[in-house]
């Protein structure tokens, strides 16, 4: 039972929820022994798409059971919940195997009864099976997105306040599609052509991606971290929209550029690409072993301009004073463009937690100002889509640091990106760029 595809799935979801784990390290950490390849992909397509289908599932389970779903464990929850999934959402899933081996799981992990419980359970949605889903005509707006989507209320309706109602509709589903697998060419030991006929010659399908220039999407690969192309540090993982930092930085080499929040490194190591491996750059994080992610990935790549130091944002370093050409400040954030990969995410933030995220990336954007030198670069940039921590960061900090300006992006980015207006920052979201949603904004220091 133990590489039982759905019992594993259960172990990921019951972690999520009771330990607040993160869905794809949880998954990456419980896939490592796998043997069956094709399970893995299962075990991904059941974890996201219950997270994603929360609400409605929910909804069946407290239409259909004879308990309240307030009553149940979470064990109990998940194992309906994954055998809802397939019933509802995945076709070619026989009905009775979804409702057997969900049996089966509940033998292993619960009491006995519980089995009973849920094989009536699942038995009575598959004999409904044509009247699950609800007319959504009969919902308002927020209602109808927050059932049909799996997103919380508050969150809806804060996007539509944003951004409006179609363009919250669109982003909505986009947050529950399936991104595609992204990688970075380390232009330092192989160029992108190169890597493209190195890996369909593996009959692994690659295409250049449409922003960067170091990109390729990746659309058949399966543990592509066992490749020796990666192991020889030809490529890295890492999403399109967050290459797309270094690219508008564009550090020169022989400078000296600081990352004040850089775990786990990527976008530092793609810095050092475009340095073209000269100069020095310095990550800092508050986490040890956030930085030997840092030191493990520059020397996998063969980068040896990087020092790790364990120092945080917060606390201004009077020793870094104007001392840097570049500074990156990837401020922490709430994640909200990430919810193709992270879905778990939505249920854990508040309003709150998006004030409280703007103040500090505040904070930290205004001491990494102090590092820069007289018409050095600083650039901001956060995985949300949220204008609390994007937008109105930027405003505020103009507006106490006369001494900074927006600096527009090069050309060929804004004829890429679509920028119409070129005035130095850009938002990108997973229902219009394919990305996920990622903000960067470009100052330069005047005075």
């Known amino acids: 039972m133990k590489n039982n595809a759905r019992f594993i799935a259960t172990k990921i979801l019951i972690n999520i929820e009771e330990k607040g784990a993160f869905s ?14 094709l399970d893995e992909g299962l075990i991904r397509e059941i974890v996201y798409g219950v997270i994603q289908n929360k609400v409605l599932i929910d909804f069946i389970i407290s239409k259909y059971s004879k308990i309240p779903i307030n009553k149940l464990t979470v064990k109990v929850k998940q194992i309906l919940r994954i055998g809802i999934y397939q ?11 979804a409702c057997n081996e969900s049996v089966k799981v509940a033998k292993k992990m619960c009491h006995q009864g519980i089995p009973g419980y849920i094989n009536a359970v699942l038995r009575n949605i598959i004999r409904n099976k044509s009247s699950l889903i609800p007319d959504y005509k009969e919902y308002n707006r927020v209602d109808y997105l927050n059932l049909k989507y799996s997103h919380p209320k508050w969150l809806i309706e804060h996007f539509i306040k944003e951004f409006g109602y179609e363009f919250t509709a669109d982003l909505c589903e986009a947050n529950n599609s399936k991104p595609k697998l992204n990688i970075r060419v380390n232009t330092l030991k192989i160029t992108r052509d ?8 593996k009959d692994i399908n690659v295409k250049s991606l449409p922003y960067s220039k170091d990109g390729l999407v990746v659309n058949n690969a399966k543990r592509i971290t066992n490749l ?5 540090g030809f490529f890295s993982i890492q999403d399109e929209s967050s290459m797309m930092v270094a690219e508008i930085m564009n550090p020169k080499p022989e400078s000296i550029v600081l990352d004040v929040c850089s775990a786990p490194g990527g976008k530092t190591c793609h810095l050092a690409q475009k340095m073209n491996n000269k100069g020095k750059i310095i990550s800092r994080d508050i986490y040890e072993h956030k930085l030997s992610l840092i030191n ?26 104007f001392k840097v050409d570049y500074c990156l400040v990837d401020a922490p954030c709430s994640g909200l463009g990430l919810l193709r990969r992270k879905p778990e995410i939505r249920w854990r933030l508040s309003m709150e937690d998006i004030n409280n995220l703007s103040h500090l990336q505040y904070k930290i954007l ?16 956060t995985c949300t889509i949220s204008k609390k921590e994007n937008f109105d960061v930027v405003s505020r900090f103009l507006e106490a640091n006369t001494n900074y300006e927006l600096l527009p992006f090069e050309e060929d980015i804004c004829v890429k990106l679509g920028i119409q207006n070129n005035i130095g920052y850009t938002q990108l979201y997973p229902n219009v760029h394919g990305t996920d949603g990622f903000f960067i904004a470009k100052f330069r220091k005047i005075k």
């Open 87 to 97: 019933i509802v959402f995945m076709d070619r899933i026989p009905e009775r195997a």
């Open 24 to 37: 794809n390290i949880e998954i990456s950490k419980n896939l490592k022994n796998l043997e069956n390849i």
């Open 228 to 232: 020796s192309e990666f192991k020889q």
């Open 296 to 321: 493990k990935a520059a020397k996998r790549l063969e980068i040896d301009i990087i020092e790790t130091q364990l120092i945080d944002a917060l606390t201004l370093d009077e020793n870094m004073i």
């Open 366 to 381: 205004t001491n990494a100002s102090k590092y820069v030198r007289l018409n050095g670069i600083l650039l901001y940039s």
């Open 194 to 201: 190169e890597l493209i006929k190195k890996l369909e010659e």
